[in-house]
């Protein structure tokens, strides 16, 4: 099995390809008994033989062997050295912030996960650091917002619910001629779709609550970086501020994530189906999904993804909320509810759920319509997904007529 260890900051990424990695990176059967499984390992500190003389572990907010297994695996699919796990993306997020200092400022997506807005903020500005918002796939937007105190590029793409594209090997080469810190919320994509660290991020941050854990019963997040010294700064600051996930939790995502290239191919093949599907739909106005040609993405989604998800959001001619609402409450397979990235199917509504704090006004300017639905194509059988779409617009509709 000495083929599966991975030594601590060595990349096993020569040796092994996604799948496999899936399965074994990070993980090998438990020395003391042979179990396959990496053990729960439910303790909060470890026995000492004599002062200072352990075996690497000393109290588990610092380590935790079934985290270091996660943490092994989740940095060899995103080909890094080095991964971190805490104890929500938010969390993972914080940890990232917490390396500027007051004055510093950050270029982010102006189309950002609306908990990533709020804490930059509601919580990093009042301790001075400046955040500016930009069309990331303009990348002119984002060198008129440099300066001296410009420290990070922060990069979600596709972004949440527009699915717009930003370049991520262009942000790497911008953010290399100013000295920036280039950081990719690959959350939307997971590693299986795009490996920001290949086209030169600097650190590659998910909410692994949604794909990678992928089963909707964990709230988890994860850093990945090859930057020794990131690494251990980043490292400092998860064991200083201790947003640290539980191992049982950390057994759950080694669970999940051992599909994650199986589940991936079935969402992506789905998710083209009902992207399709709602296309030629007589009620749909437009379908956001970066596998269209004509998406203004399309081609550097095609550059720098292996395929283009399961991610994608519609809106209805006449652009109305109550319209929206009707065909999020008709649906019976897809759940209405926040989140996504699970193996069922989910609808929401950005204007009312995830984007509600954006005043209206705002909203529109960026194209976040009243009637825009976002829908997380799970992996169901795929025409029992179309009939429930088929079934929830057309209901809509004789309601419409009766009233
Ligand atoms: C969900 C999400 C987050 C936050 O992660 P949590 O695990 O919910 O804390 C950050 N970014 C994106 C793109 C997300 O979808």
Redesign the pocket.
């Known amino acids: 099995m000495a083929y599966f260890y991975i030594l601590p900051n060595k990349s096993i990424q020569p040796l092994m390809k996604f799948a496999t990695k899936a399965i074994h990176a990070g993980q090998e059967p438990d020395p003391a008994t042979g179990a396959i499984m990496t053990p729960v390992y439910q303790t909060s500190t470890y026995v000492q033989e004599s002062p200072g003389k352990h075996k690497g572990y000393t109290y588990a907010r610092g380590k935790n062997p079934t985290r270091t297994a996660l943490e092994r695996c989740v940095a060899s699919l995103e080909n890094a050295r080095h991964g971190l796990c805490f104890s929500?993306?938010?969390?993972a997020?914080d940890a990232v912030i917490k390396l500027l200092r007051p004055g510093d400022e950050v270029i982010a997506g102006r189309d950002l996960?609306g908990?990533?807005y709020r804490m930059f903020q509601q919580v990093f500005a009042h301790f001075g650091m400046v955040f500016h918002y930009v069309d990331m796939s303009d990348l002119s937007q984002v060198a008129a917002k440099l300066n001296d105190r410009t420290r990070m590029l922060w990069v979600?793409t596709p972004t949440?619910p527009l699915m717009q594209i930003a370049d991520i090997a262009e942000c790497a080469k911008l953010a290399g001629q100013h000295k920036l810190m280039l950081v990719v919320?690959n959350?939307?994509a997971s590693p299986y779709l795009q490996n920001p660290i290949d086209l030169g991020a600097d650190i590659v941050?998910h909410?692994?609550?949604?794909y990678i854990a992928g089963h909707s019963d964990v709230?988890?997040?994860a850093l990945a970086t090859n930057d020794d010294s990131l690494n251990e700064k980043l490292a400092f600051i998860q064991n200083s501020c201790g947003a640290v996930p539980g191992p049982m939790d950390s057994f759950l995502v080694l669970r999940g994530v051992k599909t994650l290239h199986l589940r991936m191919e079935r969402h992506c093949e789905n998710g083209r189906v009902i992207a399709e599907f709602l296309r030629q739909h007589e009620r749909v106005s437009t379908v956001n999904w970066p596998g269209f040609e004509d998406h203004p993405g399309h081609a550097v989604a095609k550059k720098q993804m292996a395929d283009f998800g399961g991610m994608l959001s519609f809106t209805m001619h006449g652009d109305s909320m109550e319209e929206a609402f009707r065909v999020a409450s008709e649906t019976r397979l897809f759940s209405l509810a926040e989140?996504?990235g699970g193996v069922e199917s989910l609808i929401g509504h950005p204007a009312s759920m995830t984007h509600g704090a954006i005043p209206r006004e705002e909203r529109e300017k960026h194209g976040l319509k009243d009637s825009l639905l976002r829908l997380s194509v799970g992996v169901e059988d795929a025409d029992d997904l179309v009939e429930d779409l088929k079934h929830a617009l057309s209901v809509s509709v004789a309601s419409n007529l009766e009233n």
């Not at 909410?207 to 949604?210: D, I």
């Open positions: 929500s993306g938010m969390g997020s996960y908990g990533t979600e949440n919320d959350t939307f941050m909410s692994v609550t949604k709230v988890m997040g989140s996504l």
